[in-house]
């Protein structure tokens, strides 16, 4: 287990230090089977951002699916992993902070995975927030939530009903699935979700 000097998730030198070390549990190494799905069944493209991409293999995905895909990362160093494995799409990863960032162009799908659990469960309603001004009505916010009762983390949990708390306000829930192939720090732990722009 390597030693870490920074214990505070809110800042990008956090991520960098374990993307430095390579300690990265959370890297799934692939593209997961529910977002793979969504894409099949999906009427059309979104114009897509993937908030904290990390290594970031959706978008090479999406992109070859011929998706408009941008995502944001505020760790260069998870800018540059995902640079380097993404290939041709390279371009399409930004290093930004999620909570100012503004998209070039408007964005009708935001993709989660492991960025809401990365954060103390005090920033939640921040992102909540943000997502929620990020999306016009009908837009999506799809990708893995993780519920488990862990105020600390990361990753951090919460209660379903926490998570529907934080999202009903702006969203109406409209998929919610088990999940058949975590990784194991999400194992029986982590559901997809899709939700609606209110
Ligand atoms: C647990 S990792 C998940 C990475 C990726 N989504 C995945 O599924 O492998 C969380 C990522 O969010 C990024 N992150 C955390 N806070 C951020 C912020 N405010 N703006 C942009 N990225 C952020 C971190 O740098 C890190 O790469």
Same mark, same amino acid.
């Given at each position: 287990?390597?030693?870490?000097?920074?214990?505070?998730?809110?800042?990008?030198?956090?991520?960098?230090?374990?993307?430095?070390?390579?300690?990265?549990?959370?890297?799934?190494?692939?593209?997961?089977?529910?977002?793979?799905?969504?894409?099949?069944?999906?009427?059309?493209?979104?114009?897509?951002?993937?908030?904290?991409?990390?290594?970031?293999?959706?978008?090479?995905?999406?992109?070859?699916?011929?998706?408009?895909?941008?995502?944001?990362?505020?760790?260069?160093?998870?800018?540059?992993?995902?640079?380097?494995?993404?290939?041709?799409?390279?371009?399409?990863?930004?290093?930004?902070?999620?909570?100012?960032? $503004?998209?070039?162009?408007? $964005?009708?799908?935001?993709?989660?995975?492991?960025?809401?659990?990365?954060?103390?469960?005090?920033?939640?309603?921040?992102?909540?927030?943000?997502?929620?001004?990020?999306?016009?009505?009908?837009?999506?916010?799809?990708?893995?939530?993780?519920?488990?009762?862990?105020?600390?983390?990361?990753?951090?949990?919460?209660?379903?009903?926490?998570?529907?708390?934080?999202?009903?306000?702006?969203?109406?829930?409209?998929?919610?699935?088990? $999940?058949?192939?975590?990784?194991?720090?999400?194992?029986?732990?982590?559901?997809?979700?899709?939700?609606?722009?209110?």
């Amino acid at each position: 287990m390597p030693t870490f000097d920074t214990r505070d998730p809110t800042q990008a030198q956090f991520w960098t230090e374990r993307f430095d070390q390579r300690f990265t549990p959370w890297d799934r190494g692939g593209v997961p089977q529910a977002l793979q799905d969504f894409v099949a069944a999906a009427a059309r493209p979104h114009v897509t951002l993937i908030p904290g991409c990390g290594t970031g293999y959706e978008v090479a995905f999406l992109s070859e699916a011929g998706w408009d895909v941008t995502a944001i990362d505020f760790s260069p160093a998870a800018v540059s992993a995902a640079q380097a494995a993404l290939g041709p799409w390279a371009s399409r990863v930004v290093e930004a902070d999620f909570f100012t960032y $503004v998209p070039p162009r408007p $964005v009708d799908l935001i993709y989660e995975r492991a960025f809401l659990c990365a954060l103390p469960r005090a920033k939640w309603p921040d992102i909540a927030r943000r997502w929620a001004e990020l999306l016009p009505a009908g837009g999506l916010l799809a990708g893995f939530f993780y519920f488990d009762n862990a105020p600390k983390g990361p990753p951090f949990g919460g209660e379903p009903e926490q998570v529907r708390a934080l999202l009903e306000p702006d969203f109406v829930q409209i998929d919610d699935r088990a $999940v058949t192939d975590s990784i194991p720090v999400f194992a029986g732990k982590e559901r997809w979700q899709v939700w609606r722009r209110r």
